[in-house]
């Protein structure tokens, strides 16, 4: 049973910076892309930034330059590191892995940014 499950939300000033983590298991394909996606209240679910298998990277517009995407060395997770915090970037962050022709998403965790 494939299992994502991530960590390091919280809630931060405006300006603060936070890391967070996404561990992948069950398959037995193992993962290809990864990636971060996120939900604000209200809101469709928006791509933050995706890493390939290979460390290749994409990032939204509004992110980059501030969060950085990383494949830790396992290749089964992935990180986040979120810099230079705006309140915009308040939302639900969820990790996403696609294995085989299958598209997994975690549970979330909640990043709050207070002004």
């Known amino acids: 049973q494939v299992q994502l499950v991530e960590s390091g939300g919280g809630l931060v000033q405006s300006g603060e910076s936070l890391r967070l983590s996404c561990v992948a298991s069950?398959?037995?394909?193992?993962?290809?892309?990864m990636g971060w996606y996120r939900q604000a209240p209200g809101e469709q679910r928006e791509l933050v930034a995706t890493?390939?298998?290979?460390?290749?990277?994409l990032y939204a517009d509004s992110v980059k330059d501030r969060f950085t995407i990383s494949r830790g060395k396992g290749r089964n997770t992935i990180y986040l590191q979120m810099n230079d915090l705006k309140p915009e970037d308040t939302a639900e962050y969820y990790c996403?892995?696609?294995?085989?022709?299958?598209?997994?998403w975690g549970q979330g965790t909640q990043v709050t940014v207070s002004s």
């Open positions: 996403n892995a696609l294995s085989w022709v299958n598209n997994y």
């Open positions: 069950g398959s037995k394909y193992g993962f290809g892309t």
């Open positions: 890493v390939t298998i290979t460390g290749g990277t």
